[in-house]
């Protein structure tokens, strides 16, 4: 549907027929309120409190005017007549052409830090202002993942253009890797997406 979705399926077809010719089971939607001050977790739980499985959730894509959503062609009339609200916001959602999907404007702030390793341990810490001991914590839970892959090991090193996410915090990714500072710490410019 968009060609650089995070969330993606696979489809398995025999090799006498075309990919156009096999459905990918997939519906896109549009929800349209007042939502200025909604973000992607009031969404995703609005939905999941529909008692919704996150697998049967692709991307919510979030834009000024509206938040388009792909969701599993199971669950589309459910969805349809059951979400009501955002937060406390009024929603009104209907189904949209693929066509009509678009990727939304990136938000972020570009941040310099000083690094003493790569490990992910001390990139989280600072790229998310948190202590070293709150990032090991989080890794210990399983509350993190790098290039789209869950990372349980606190020692991992994370390289030049990998993207981290840490559920409750957000996501990162370290733009460059600007050389080694007097102190012989790693200088590096960590994006962080808003």
Known sequence: MIKNSERKIILIYPDYMSFE??????CPLSIKGRFENLNHKDFLGAIMSLRIRREKIGDILIHKD????????DIKDYLLYNLKTVGKEKVYIEEIRQEDLKLPEEVYEDKKVSLSSLRLDVV????????RNESLEIIKLNKVKVNWQPISKSFFEVK????????????????SLDGINKKNKFRATVRIYK
Request: hydrophobic share 35%.
């Open 21 to 26: 010719d096999v459905k990918a089971d997939l």
């Open 66 to 73: 509206e938040t388009q959503i792909i969701i599993k062609n």
């Open 160 to 175: 030049e253009g990998d993207l981290i996410s840490v559920r409750g915090y957000g996501r990162s990714k370290i733009i």
């Open 124 to 131: 989280m810490s600072n790229s998310y202002d948190l202590s």
